[in-house]
């Protein structure tokens, strides 16, 4: 510590609280825009203050991931089932443990992050590694060799043997004459050993040697012996190259064993693709014309790449009841002075119009009223809404010694819904990946007039000589 301190100083620290402050905050999993404060902090202003370093870190990095993921969502596609493989490449463990639980929330369907699976409940996904396959050097190194089957009813004492004969009937069948010849025996035996452990999810990593030479036929004999004891392989996983072509490939080659032998649903086995995916990626794979089902995400996802940081702030808007504003150059750090009041406005077809700011003091504004929006900063950009809906944004969640009813914390599920729910009643041109259609915030006329009274107010008069 400083050498230059006064004791008093840490005495204030030990005892203090935060009984005199009150939180307010947008429900987590809301779509929110630029200048609609996400929060609202009172209280005693040192600490208030102090707050501020904790609540900034827990926002801004939740909040930048959980866009992150909800924009690969929106090219994904609903029908794609979106893994978070992050946490090798995360910032640390906590930034993984992060990344796992605000994508999760943002979209995507599971994580290969057990910790965070166990955390906060958040479904697990994983495949084995390249390491696991090249770790074989031959079938002979499974000495397990017994399968029990999937209702019970019956042991298959020799497995591997049931694969290789799987793999020889693949050789010799008709319509895949040509497609390939002998096999890598140690990734067979991999593959193999993976199944015995793993029979109810068996998704192979199939491009540790040649996809379509190798990985693929090995894959379809184990996943016919597993399927002929009564296990439903779970499909594979394409971890480099043309994700396109290959998987296309892969679609045709599962259809052409559904077609040879006769088993209903192997040609729509599930394909996973990876390898450093990110939106331009997935969206150049939709372009091209691609059969993946499921895409695992890491380094772009849980780096937030395209953008590192989320540039949030905390401003001082009001102390002993007189508001205040701060002041630049740069239009876009002038900050809206006063406590305010957050409202959401939503037009005829259901979609959101224009969020308002408006003064605590201020009516809220009411649906089928009409209501004059203004731009904060720019006196020529106004328009009149008549809103169907009007929702309040800023919700109570720390009343602190108040009698303010508190809102519940909702778990990580109701938060994704939420998400979910709140991007799909957003306009398609707001969301749309080239020239979105900027989405409007306001403020109410009077607090659009108070703003520039103050602005002149605390503005120094420029002199010229």
Not at 14 to 33: L, M, N, T
Not at 69 to 90: D, N, P, Q, T, W
Not at 116 to 129: C, E, Q
């Amino acid at each position: 510590m400083p050498t230059i301190h006064e004791e008093g100083f840490f005495d204030y620290l030990k005892e203090i609280d935060c009984s005199d402050v009150e939180v307010y905050a947008i429900p987590e999993g809301s779509v929110v825009f630029p200048k609609v404060p996400l929060m609202r902090v009172e209280g005693p202003v040192a600490v208030v203050q102090l707050l501020e370093t904790p609540f900034i870190n827990l926002v801004n990095y939740a909040s930048l991931v959980t866009t992150n993921a909800a924009r690969h969502r929106f090219v994904a596609g609903k029908s794609k089932i979106l893994l978070e493989f992050g946490l090798r490449r995360a910032q640390g463990p906590d930034g993984g443990i992060s990344a796992s639980k605000y994508t999760y929330i943002g979209g995507f369907d599971a994580t290969s992050n057990v910790a965070a699976g166990k955390l906060f409940g958040i479904p697990l996904r994983g495949t084995h590694s390249h390491a696991f396959v090249s770790s074989y050097m031959s079938i002979d190194e499974i000495l397990d060799k017994a399968l029990k089957s999937h209702d019970g009813s019956r042991v298959c004492e020799d497995f591997v043997s049931l694969v290789q004969t799987w793999l020889s009937r693949i050789q010799l069948a008709g319509s895949l004459h040509g497609v390939f010849g002998e096999t890598n025996q140690s990734e067979l035996a991999a593959f193999t050993s993976y199944a015995l452990a793993f029979p109810h999810n068996f998704l192979a990593l199939v491009d540790t040697y040649d996809v379509m030479r190798s990985g693929l036929p090995n894959f379809c004999a184990v996943a016919l012996a597993l399927n002929s004891l009564g296990y439903k392989p779970s499909g594979i996983r394409l971890d480099s190259g043309d994700l396109a072509y290959q998987s296309n490939e892969a679609r045709k080659f599962f259809r052409a064993i559904e077609k040879e032998f006769g088993i209903a649903g192997f040609g729509e086995m599930a394909i996973t693709a990876s390898n450093d995916l990110n939106e331009e990626t997935i969206d150049a794979l939709n372009k091209q014309g691609h059969e993946v089902d499921a895409y695992g995400i890491g380094t772009y996802l849980v780096t937030c790449y395209a953008q590192a940081a989320l540039g949030c702030v905390f401003k001082l808007v009001e102390i002993n009841n007189q508001p205040r504003i701060k002041l630049s150059e740069d239009i876009a750090k002038v900050s809206i002075p006063c406590k305010k009041r957050c409202f959401r406005l939503y037009g005829k077809e259901g979609y959101p119009l224009v969020d308002i700011i408006s003064g605590e003091s201020e009516p809220p504004p009411k649906a089928g009223e009409r209501i004059l929006c203004r731009h904060p900063f720019n006196e020529s950009k106004r328009a009149y809404v008549v809103p169907q809906r009007v929702e309040e944004l800023l919700k109570c969640y720390w009343p602190g010694n108040s009698c303010k009813p508190r809102e519940e914390l909702p778990s990580i599920k109701k938060i994704r819904t939420r998400c979910m729910q709140q991007l799909e009643q957003m306009r398609p041109d707001h969301m749309r990946r080239l020239n979105p259609t900027p989405y409007k915030v306001s403020v109410s006329g009077k607090l659009y007039n108070f703003i520039h009274f103050l602005w002149l107010n605390e503005a120094p008069v420029g002199e010229l000589q």
